[in-house]
């Protein structure tokens, strides 16, 4: 028998301090006694911002005034199959207060909860939100430009509080195992750990780098490949179903527990396979005009937006991209924001 397939909308409630608002599930409700973060069924001709609107002055009793889409991602219950359209709601006026006598509590969503059980599809969600919102990308391009880049694009990086870092340099490596840069990676990796940043590595490089760093990210390329070689994906295919947001990347990728997973990607197919092997976010572009590509026009606001809600996990907008264009990436529901050429002082 089909499973019933629900539309929701779902508001991660912020507040300035970081803090997220959970509630527990009234008990003549599925899923007594568990957590949630609040929203419903979309209505009939309603929009996914008008039903958050509704649902959270239903619940609540606060109305949104500053909201933004984030992830769409579908998840499969025992009885229901459901498309949550989470977004982030950064505004509102109103106390919030239980309209149905259920529990909320703040909590911070990069500690362990006070709270629970939490409810299987509220699981991803937390967990991308743990994510730094903006993703430097390094073009260094030979030992020549070495000091450049850690004096004017790491270092005031990490001073202004980016703690996602990749280490990207094609043009420097073929390949092939290259002293120099195996150092500068390493001096990498140094800098960004002494602030508590994360720093990935490019699958340009040798697999052999990859324990070394915090995670990789993979080229379009070879995500689907590695997608196809796995037969996650048809050959030249689209892979269809819910994603379930799994915590870890494919283990045949030979990653640890906790190490990050990036996938570039172009098109529907690039995030069909950033899901198959249960990427963490994806990088998606180049949305504006960019000096790495010449001549060529970027995807533009509204095609990025598109992908974006189909990639059913966390992305990154780049090309581009600097701190200012921030809120207009959010807007189209991006997650934040890579930057790989602009300094980032006068970004």
């Known amino acids: 028998m089909t499973k019933p397939f629900l539309h929701v909308a779902a508001g991660l409630i912020l507040r300035p301090d970081g803090a997220l608002l959970l509630g527990q599930r009234p008990a003549d409700k599925p899923w007594p006694g568990w957590w949630e973060l609040p929203g419903g069924k979309l209505e009939p001709a309603e929009t996914v911002m008008q039903a958050l609107a509704r649902e959270l002055k239903e619940e609540l009793d ?3 005034t500053e909201a933004t889409p984030w992830v769409t ?21 109103g106390e919030p207060r239980g309209m149905e006598n259920q529990a909320f509590a703040w909590v911070d969503p ?31 391009e030979s030992a020549a430009g070495l000091p450049q880049f850690l004096e004017q ?69 070879d995500a ?19 994603y379930y947001g799994h915590p870890d990347p494919h283990p045949a990728l030979g990653l640890k527990p906790g190490q990050l997973l990036g996938v570039s990607a172009h098109t529907v197919n690039d995030l069909a396979a950033a899901r198959c092997l249960n990427a963490s976010f994806a990088m998606v572009g180049h949305v504006l005009e960019t000096p790495s590509h010449p001549g060529q026009p970027g995807l533009g606001w509204d095609a990025f937006a598109r992908l974006n809600e ?36 006068n970004s």
């Open 62 to 64: 606060i109305e949104v």
């Open 73 to 93: 991602y579908v998840h499969e219950y025992p009885k229901n199959i459901v498309k949550l359209m989470f977004c982030r709601v950064t505004g509102w006026h």
């Open 110 to 140: 990069h500690a362990t909860l006070s709270v629970g059980p939490l409810l299987p599809a509220a699981e991803p969600p937390l967990r991308w939100l743990r994510l730094p919102d903006q993703y430097l990308i390094s073009s260094i």
């Open 153 to 221: 694009r790491l270092e005031p990086a990490l001073d202004a509080g980016v703690r996602l870092v990749q280490l990207r340099e094609p043009g420097w490596l073929h390949g092939t195992e290259d002293p120099a840069l195996r150092q500068v990676f390493e001096l990498v990796i140094k800098r960004c750990h002494q602030v508590g940043a994360r720093c990935l590595i490019n699958s340009a490089h040798p697999v052999s780098w990859w324990a070394l760093a915090d995670g990789v990210h993979l080229r379009a390329a």
């Open 224 to 242: 689907v490949a590695w997608a196809e070689r796995l037969h996650l994906l048809p050959v030249h295919g689209h892979a269809a179903g819910p």
């Open 310 to 345: 189909q990639a059913g996990l966390p992305v990154f907008a780049v090309g581009g991209q600097s701190r200012a264009t921030l809120p207009v990436a959010r807007q189209h529901g991006a997650h934040g924001i890579a930057v790989m050429r602009a300094g980032w002082a």
